[in-house]
């Protein structure tokens, strides 16, 4: 895939190593300011459509919600997730029709600022949803753009190395959207063998083979690669594993529908078992769903339907993966495009991306039910939103 140059890669460790020794030192020496104000209030990063990367400061003691200021300006952020031990953030860089990219910053957890490290290109444009997997140190990025699936090592400094692999989708579907295909959303399985593509445009979950060690995507054995098609006009675009890994949830976008699959870890493969529409049944709008989350303990699943403006919450059967409606409310705005859910399981945050707003809901972590705090924040064009771990 290429190879980044000495010069290049030795710029970014001492750009990152100058940063990680200065948040050290800020710990250090204002650690009372430091942790009591870690303590009660959260850092959460909303990307914007064309407005760049912004800070907003969450008090959960008070429920208040302060934005801050933009800390990275780019256009389009399409996702962040966090480094599982350091101060470090990642960030799906769409590319506006031109290749992707998948940014490191550095976290200065008190104020939230973000310092730049480096950039790596995603292998397609359109980049869109990122996956980190722990284990291996390796980051996928779904490039809905090209149809493509990138893998990307993380090094020891947390720094990002070069691309190891992308793996291009072929297929299409009957919608006018469906014209070739869109990986929205890529993850590892918990055996760390192989991982699963939702793919919109080719209503199909490709099932990869993954290498923990050389951090490779492949397809199996140069036979065309496992998928599960789904029912046409479908478009996946995002898939979770169930709480112990015997179940996989497909949210399918064009149908507002989840889809239960039984996951066979051994053989990588997938199996339908029932279809759950997440609009009430007298809705006759565009129908598009946008994200989904399991609660901390598996028993809950939410779902954010953009065409009637909702969060949905399904009770998960443990033993059958079978999804029972618990409760249908509004979002707090237009087009809920991502939501995120705090370390606690206890508050959710929703970006309504028609309406400019950020919406604040209570979790009762016992019933899962939601419950809109009335709290909300103006924010441009919210297209993306994650708190800090």
């Known amino acids: 895939m290429g190879k980044a140059s000495p010069r290049c890669r030795g710029t970014a460790t001492r750009v990152l190593q100058l940063v990680l020794t200065s948040l050290v030192l800020l710990d250090l020496h204002g650690e009372g300011l430091a942790s009591g104000l870690m303590e009660r209030t959260q850092q959460v990063y909303v990307g914007t459509d064309g407005r760049g990367l912004r800070v907003l400061h969450f008090d959960a003691s008070s429920t208040m919600l302060t934005m801050g200021a933009t800390v990275v300006d780019v256009s389009k952020p399409r996702w962040l997730v966090q480094h599982p031990s350091l101060p470090l953030v990642y960030a799906a860089i769409d590319g506006d029709g031109q290749e992707g990219s998948v940014r490191a910053y550095a976290l200065?957890?008190?104020?939230?600022?973000?310092?730049?490290?480096?950039?790596?290109?995603?292998?397609?444009?359109?980049?869109?949803?990122?996956?980190?997997?722990?284990?291996s140190g390796t980051l996928l990025v779904a490039n809905f753009g090209a149809g493509s699936v990138s893998s990307i090592p993380i090094l020891r400094d947390g720094s990002l190395g070069v691309r190891v692999s992308t793996i291009k989708a072929t297929g299409s579907g009957p919608h006018r959207r469906q014209a070739s295909p869109h990986a929205h959303g890529a993850l590892i399985d918990p055996s760390g063998r192989f991982a699963l593509v939702s793919d919109m445009g080719a209503d199909r979950v490709f099932v990869y083979g993954?290498?923990?060690?050389?951090?490779?995507?492949?397809?199996?054995?140069?036979?065309?690669?496992?998928s599960l098609a789904v029912a046409a006009g479908s478009g996946p675009r995002r898939c979770v594993f169930g709480h112990d890994g015997r179940f996989v949830y497909v949210l399918n976008e064009l149908s507002a529908d989840v889809l239960t699959l039984r996951w066979d870890a051994a053989q990588g493969r997938l199996t339908p078992l029932r279809s759950q529409p997440i609009s009430s049944d007298?809705?006759?709008?565009?129908?598009?769903?946008?994200?989904?989350?399991?609660?901390?303990?598996?028993?809950?699943?939410?779902?954010?339907?953009?065409?009637?403006?909702?969060?949905?919450?399904?009770?998960?059967?443990?033993?059958?993966?079978?999804?029972r409606l618990l409760q249908r409310l509004p979002s707090g705005g237009a087009a809920p495009w991502a939501f995120d859910i705090d370390m606690s399981g206890q508050w959710m945050l929703v970006a309504n991306q028609r309406s400019n707003r950020i919406n604040l809901f209570r979790i009762d972590v016992a019933t899962?039910?939601?419950?809109?705090?009335?709290?909300?924040?103006?924010?441009?064009?919210?297209?993306s939103i994650a708190f800090t771990r």
């Open 282 to 323: 007298d809705f006759q709008g565009v129908k598009s769903a946008s994200e989904m989350a399991l609660s901390k303990d598996g028993r809950y699943l939410y779902v954010t339907d953009r065409g009637e403006h909702t969060v949905v919450v399904f009770v998960v059967d443990p033993e059958t993966g079978e999804l």
């Open 210 to 226: 993954f290498d923990r060690v050389t951090h490779a995507l492949r397809p199996d054995d140069a036979v065309p690669p496992r």
């Open 108 to 135: 200065d957890r008190l104020s939230g600022s973000l310092t730049f490290i480096n950039e790596v290109p995603s292998g397609g444009a359109g980049s869109t949803h990122l996956w980190l997997d722990a284990a």
């Open 368 to 383: 899962g039910l939601l419950t809109d705090t009335g709290r909300m924040l103006e924010s441009p064009g919210p297209i």
